[in-house]
């Protein structure tokens, strides 16, 4: 009966989506209704309102729908919503300000003379509109209103013409900043959870172990990654429109002939350089800052809605007098302040001098012009037609518009998971044969397909959080979450293209002459959908294209994960190996030249500490070959082992399936006693038991006879290649740790030499001045030494000594010989120091740096870049871990 009322759910959602009937009332009512009904059902039919529900009840479900919709505005850990207004700020302001125009004007005449340059003036324009106001019906307005007629006059193909005007102004929904990428962001951010959630479930049932490795865990992803992992895949999607329409203009002039006219002279340029300048100029703030890290996507989002102010202040009066003033004032007052930044110390609560004085008031006086400039293009927008109150109702319209869609697609989720949907799905999607790549294909089929008749935030809110945890979760393919978000952007995408509800289409035909047809339109797009699809094919099968940006700039970010995260181990040793192998033969003879040196007047605890690591530090290059020997051992393995593996988990799923029921039944059995004919729905109940029986011991039968011994061989193979890994961790760490210490040590020295005087006045004074006030100073003279490098013996005397005098009675005797201890272990210790200082440190520290990169890499507080690009490359593919599990 399930099935029936999530069959119900669906057609009541085609059905008042396919009426025109509003897509924010459309998802949360149809989800209402079904449960309505479903409860109602149950009720009359067995008195039971639970009865037709996979799990709990119509009150738990809709309470769940109800804190999900919560949730959108009242999660903390949603606060990437809070982009979405500012970004659709940013876009209409810019809109209002007519910068489409301008560029499309000056890059037709700039590209003209070009092959096709009409058409790719168009891409390059809609590439640079996509990254500053992404708003697609405006693009494709502006484009068909001003380029369709001037490529229409030079006699270019209507279908080329208008494929192109269409295609160019969806970019914005895949070239950052993107709001399809942020409602991808936000509903991925739940999927990993679910997702983290079932593989650790996944893992436990298959090993036993109650601990899943966090190496193997599911990465949740942000809007800031999502427009990292964006930016290149846009970018390969711009060149593939370009070259596009160069090949077919070469192959056929007279499809998309180059275009002669307007002089390239001093006043073209000009226009050039006004036109083109800002919005570059804003695009680089905005996505600059998040690059760098140096903002939010919050903060990038309000960094572009001020832009945007202030582009539009100067836009709306130009050719007046004064016109560019406020925009001159506010770069001034930005170049200020990063002049102020760069040079002074600003902090309000730490004003010691003149110079931190001056400091805070050149930033007062530019953030003063900055504030000045802000509200003088304000009132610009605000005066002149009207144009800032238009924007933002027209912000507050849109945000509305996506935070109800939003909000009823949380409805509709929680009424698709009552009626057992989700598991349906899952179920449906793991029966599939060959793996990860053929679930994968399938949704990204069945997201195509729907793009025909939903728009974006349908699909991104209503499929996303259903199939999403059920890729993620698969450890086969061990994908990432910003991989498939931008995966399914860019296949999302196709939905503005494809009839017969593709919205760029419709705005396109609203706005070209009567004399195109629609089906020239139609005929248009198929180049450039096929294109979508090429670049969708490009991406799936090289991730680093999404993964290598947002990995690299995690790992140069403030907030960098050490080199010491579990999660980066693989990537890690495979740097040390590769360094070992590029540089092994000076590492070797590095450590025969400080193992070499005399270390025979340092105490006996330090030599020994010293020459166990220099002994480790020579183990270490051999236990990293081992490890990578078990991993080939493995791979080769894994051809044999993994096929089997595969069909013994089917196997098992089922039989757990069947587990899973049989449990079911046998629940039931206990609860008849308020059920009419108990015994008959027993009897029935152990009937249906006994068949679930003997399917399961059939499926029993299926499992190789040897499975045990398989999976136990193939384990030690596993655990193996963990020991030596661990093995080599170690002894890395012995080897650099003790020669990192020893350093530490050596450049306290004159920390340890400042404490001589008070040493001195400490031990001359025991038996001479009064142990009350002796005891003052040692405690403060032991501060300094708990923070002196190496000191911890000196520190040990004070204490000794602190504690003899501090008694009620304190025994002078002792004191006495305590001094002297600590006199003659100072004097002993400061010996070694100077000497070692002398004679050993510049050739440790020449040794430190010879292996700080491989054998001491993992005691770096963070990455080179060198580093990072290397690691932030091997993160980048998908490694398979399913033989883990």
Same mark, same amino acid.
């Given at each position: 009966?399930?099935?029936?009322?999530?069959?119900?759910?669906?057609?009541?959602?085609?059905?008042?989506?396919?009426?025109?009937?509003?897509?924010?009332?459309?998802?949360?009512?149809?989800?209402?209704?079904?449960?309505?009904?479903?409860?109602?059902?149950?009720?009359?039919?067995?008195?039971?309102?639970?009865?037709?529900?996979?799990?709990?009840?119509?009150?738990?479900?809709?309470?769940?729908?109800?804190?999900?919709?919560?949730?959108?505005?009242?999660?903390?850990?949603?606060?990437?919503?809070?982009?979405?207004?500012?970004?659709?700020?940013?876009?209409?302001?810019?809109?209002?300000?007519?910068?489409?125009?301008?560029?499309?004007?000056?890059?037709?005449?700039?590209?003209?003379?070009?092959?096709?340059?009409?058409?790719?003036?168009?891409?390059?324009?809609?590439?640079?509109?996509?990254?500053?106001?992404?708003?697609? +019906?405006?693009?494709?307005?502006?484009?068909?209103?001003?380029?369709?007629?001037?490529?229409?006059?030079?006699?270019?193909?209507?279908?080329?013409?208008?494929?192109?005007?269409?295609?160019?102004?969806?970019?914005?929904?895949? #070239?950052?900043?993107?709001?399809?990428?942020?409602?991808?962001?936000?509903?991925?951010?739940?999927?990993?959870?679910?997702?983290?959630?079932?593989?650790?479930?996944?893992?436990?049932?298959?090993?036993?172990?109650?601990?899943?490795?966090?190496?193997?865990?599911?990465?949740?992803?942000?809007?800031?990654?999502?427009?990292?992992?964006?930016?290149?895949?846009?970018?390969?999607?711009?060149?593939?429109?370009?070259?596009?329409?160069?090949?077919?203009?070469?192959?056929? %002039?007279?499809?998309?002939?180059?275009?002669?006219?307007?002089?390239?002279?001093?006043?073209?340029?000009?226009?050039?350089?006004?036109?083109?300048?800002?919005?570059?100029?804003?695009?680089?703030?905005?996505?600059?800052?998040?690059?760098?890290?140096?903002?939010?996507?919050?903060?990038?989002?309000?960094?572009?809605?001020?832009?945007?102010?202030?582009?539009?202040?100067?836009?709306?009066?130009?050719?007046?007098? $004064?016109?560019?003033?406020?925009?001159?004032?506010?770069?001034?007052?930005?170049?200020?302040?990063?002049?102020?930044?760069?040079?002074?110390?600003?902090?309000?609560?730490?004003?010691?001098?003149? $110079?931190?004085?001056?400091?805070?008031?050149?930033?007062?006086?530019?953030?003063?012009?900055?504030?000045?400039?802000?509200?003088?293009?304000?009132?610009?927008?605000?005066?002149?037609?009207?144009?800032?109150?238009?924007?933002?109702?027209?912000?507050?319209?849109?945000?509305?518009?996506?935070?109800?869609?939003?909000?009823?697609?949380?409805?509709?989720?929680?009424?698709? /998971?009552?009626?057992?949907? =989700?598991?349906?799905?899952?179920?449906?999607?793991?029966?599939?044969?060959?793996?990860?790549?053929?679930?994968?294909?399938?949704?990204?089929?069945?997201?195509?397909?729907? +793009?025909?008749?939903?728009?974006?935030?349908?699909?991104?809110?209503?499929?996303?959080?259903?199939?999403?945890?059920?890729?993620?979760?698969?450890?086969?393919?061990?994908?990432?979450?910003?991989?498939?978000?931008?995966?399914?952007?860019?296949?999302?995408?196709?939905?503005?293209?494809?009839?017969?509800?593709?919205?760029?289409?419709?705005?396109?035909?609203?706005?070209?002459?009567? @004399?195109?047809?629609?089906?020239?339109?139609?005929?248009?797009?198929?180049?450039?959908?096929?294109?979508?699809?090429?670049?969708?094919?490009?991406?799936?099968?090289?991730?680093?294209?999404?993964?290598?940006?947002?990995?690299?700039?995690?790992?140069?970010?403030?907030?960098?994960?050490?080199?010491?995260?579990?999660?980066?181990?693989?990537?890690?040793?495979?740097?040390?190996?590769?360094?070992?192998?590029?540089?092994?033969?000076?590492?070797? !003879?590095?450590?025969?030249? !400080?193992?070499?040196?005399?270390?025979?007047?340092?105490?006996?605890?330090?030599?020994?500490?010293?020459?166990? +690591?220099?002994?480790?530090?020579?183990?270490?290059?051999?236990?990293?070959?081992? !490890?990578?020997?078990?991993?080939?051992?493995?791979?080769?393995?894994?051809?044999?082992?993994?096929?089997?593996?595969?069909?013994?988990?089917?196997?098992?799923?089922? #039989?757990?399936?069947?587990?899973?029921?049989?449990?079911? $039944?046998?629940?039931?059995?206990?609860?008849?006693?308020?059920?009419?004919?108990?015994?008959?729905?027993?009897?029935?109940?152990?009937? =249906?038991?006994?068949?679930?029986?003997?399917?399961?011991?059939?499926?029993?039968?299926?499992?190789?006879?040897?499975?045990?011994?398989?999976?136990?061989?193939?384990?030690?193979?596993?655990?193996?290649?963990?020991?030596?890994?661990?093995?080599?961790?170690?002894?890395?760490?012995?080897?650099?740790?003790?020669?990192?210490?020893?350093?530490?040590?050596? $450049?306290?020295?004159?920390?340890?030499?400042?404490?001589? @005087?008070?040493?001195?006045?400490?031990?001359?004074?025991?038996?001479?001045? %009064?142990?009350?006030?002796?005891?003052?100073?040692?405690?403060?003279?032991?501060?300094?030494?708990?923070?002196?490098?190496?000191?911890?013996?000196?520190?040990?005397?004070?204490?000794?000594?602190?504690?003899?005098?501090?008694?009620?009675?304190?025994?002078?005797?002792? !004191?006495?010989?305590?001094?002297?201890?600590?006199?003659?272990?100072?004097?002993?210790?400061?010996?070694? /120091?100077?000497?070692?200082?002398?004679?050993?440190?510049?050739?440790?520290?020449?040794?430190?740096? =010879?292996?700080?990169?491989?054998?001491?890499?993992?005691?770096?507080?963070?990455?080179? =870049?060198?580093?990072?690009?290397?690691?932030?490359?091997?993160?980048?593919?998908?490694?398979?871990?399913?033989?883990?599990?």
């Amino acid at each position: 009966m399930e099935l029936i009322f999530l069959i119900l759910l669906v057609l009541l959602m085609a059905l008042a989506l396919g009426s025109g009937y509003p897509v924010a009332f459309a998802l949360p009512g149809s989800a209402i209704v079904t449960v309505i009904i479903a409860a109602a059902c149950g009720y009359f039919a067995t008195g039971n309102p639970d009865a037709y529900f996979a799990q709990g009840g119509p009150w738990q479900w809709l309470s769940a729908g109800v804190t999900n919709l919560r949730g959108v505005y009242w999660d903390v850990n949603r606060d990437t919503l809070i982009a979405i207004p500012l970004f659709i700020f940013m876009g209409i302001m810019l809109q209002r300000s007519k910068i489409a125009e301008d560029l499309l004007v000056t890059m037709a005449q700039l590209f003209g003379p070009v092959p096709g340059g009409l058409g790719i003036s168009v891409v390059f324009v809609g590439a640079l509109l996509a990254a500053t106001t992404g708003i697609v +019906g405006a693009t494709v307005v502006a484009m068909g209103l001003i380029s369709l007629p001037a490529m229409l006059r030079n006699n270019y193909a209507k279908p080329l013409a208008t494929g192109t005007i269409a295609a160019s102004g969806t970019l914005g929904q895949i #070239i950052p900043p993107s709001i399809v990428l942020i409602i991808l962001a936000d509903q991925l951010a739940s999927a990993t959870d679910q997702a983290g959630t079932a593989r650790k479930a996944l893992y436990k049932w298959a090993t036993g172990e109650f601990s899943m490795p966090s190496s193997f865990d599911v990465v949740s992803t942000s809007a800031g990654e999502m427009f990292l992992g964006a930016f290149v895949p846009g970018l390969l999607l711009v060149g593939l429109y370009m070259v596009f329409i160069l090949i077919v203009s070469l192959i056929n %002039p007279k499809v998309a002939p180059a275009v002669h006219g307007g002089s390239f002279d001093k006043a073209f340029f000009i226009r050039l350089a006004l036109a083109l300048v800002p919005p570059l100029g804003l695009i680089f703030l905005v996505l600059g800052s998040i690059i760098a890290g140096v903002a939010t996507v919050n903060q990038a989002g309000a960094i572009g809605a001020v832009g945007a102010i202030l582009m539009a202040g100067y836009r709306l009066r130009e050719g007046e007098k $004064h016109a560019y003033t406020p925009v001159i004032l506010g770069l001034i007052s930005i170049i200020g302040i990063f002049t102020v930044l760069a040079f002074f110390e600003v902090n309000v609560k730490a004003i010691h001098s003149l $110079h931190d004085a001056l400091g805070i008031t050149f930033a007062l006086v530019a953030t003063g012009g900055l504030l000045i400039s802000v509200i003088w293009s304000c009132w610009r927008t605000f005066k002149i037609d009207d144009t800032l109150k238009g924007v933002m109702i027209e912000t507050a319209k849109t945000s509305s518009l996506v935070f109800i869609i939003l909000m009823g697609a949380a409805m509709l989720t929680a009424s698709f /998971r009552a009626f057992g949907g =989700e598991d349906l799905v899952r179920d449906f999607l793991g029966g599939l044969p060959g793996g990860f790549w053929t679930k994968f294909v399938i949704v990204m089929a069945v997201i195509f397909f729907l +793009g025909f008749f939903l728009d974006f935030i349908e699909i991104s809110v209503v499929v996303v959080p259903i199939v999403a945890p059920i890729l993620l979760a698969d450890p086969s393919a061990n994908v990432t979450a910003v991989w498939l978000g931008v995966m399914i952007g860019l296949n999302i995408q196709t939905s503005f293209l494809t009839p017969p509800f593709g919205f760029a289409l419709f705005y396109l035909r609203g706005v070209a002459p009567s @004399s195109v047809k629609t089906t020239q339109i139609y005929k248009g797009v198929i180049a450039f959908i096929l294109l979508q699809l090429t670049a969708l094919a490009i991406v799936g099968s090289y991730p680093p294209l999404v993964n290598y940006l947002p990995n690299r700039v995690s790992l140069i970010s403030d907030t960098a994960p050490p080199p010491r995260n579990p999660r980066l181990n693989y990537c890690v040793d495979s740097y040390i190996s590769d360094q070992f192998d590029t540089n092994g033969a000076a590492i070797s !003879a590095a450590i025969a030249k !400080a193992k070499g040196l005399n270390y025979s007047y340092l105490p006996k605890s330090l030599q020994s500490a010293l020459m166990s +690591g220099f002994d480790d530090a020579v183990k270490a290059p051999e236990l990293m070959k081992q !490890a990578w020997a078990a991993n080939d051992t493995i791979t080769t393995a894994a051809r044999k082992y993994k096929p089997v593996q595969s069909d013994v988990r089917d196997v098992q799923a089922d #039989i757990r399936k069947i587990d899973g029921e049989i449990k079911d $039944h046998r629940t039931e059995i206990s609860r008849l006693y308020d059920v009419e004919n108990p015994e008959e729905v027993k009897k029935k109940l152990e009937s =249906e038991i006994a068949v679930l029986t003997k399917e399961k011991e059939k499926l029993t039968a299926q499992i190789p006879a040897d499975w045990k011994k398989i999976y136990g061989d193939f384990h030690k193979l596993l655990k193996n290649e963990t020991l030596l890994r661990g093995k080599f961790r170690r002894a890395a760490q012995s080897g650099y740790g003790s020669i990192e210490d020893f350093l530490k040590t050596l $450049h306290g020295n004159k920390a340890y030499t400042d404490l001589q @005087s008070d040493i001195e006045k400490i031990t001359s004074g025991v038996g001479t001045r %009064p142990p009350a006030d002796l005891v003052e100073e040692i405690e403060a003279v032991s501060k300094q030494a708990n923070e002196v490098p190496g000191a911890s013996a000196i520190s040990s005397d004070l204490s000794k000594l602190r504690r003899i005098l501090k008694d009620s009675s304190p025994e002078m005797d002792k !004191a006495a010989e305590a001094a002297a201890k600590l006199a003659e272990d100072y004097k002993s210790e400061l010996a070694w /120091r100077d000497r070692a200082e002398a004679n050993l440190m510049g050739e440790l520290e020449n040794y430190e740096a =010879e292996i700080r990169s491989t054998i001491g890499l993992r005691n770096q507080t963070r990455f080179t =870049e060198d580093q990072a690009a290397f690691v932030a490359a091997c993160q980048s593919d998908h490694k398979d871990v399913s033989q883990n599990f």
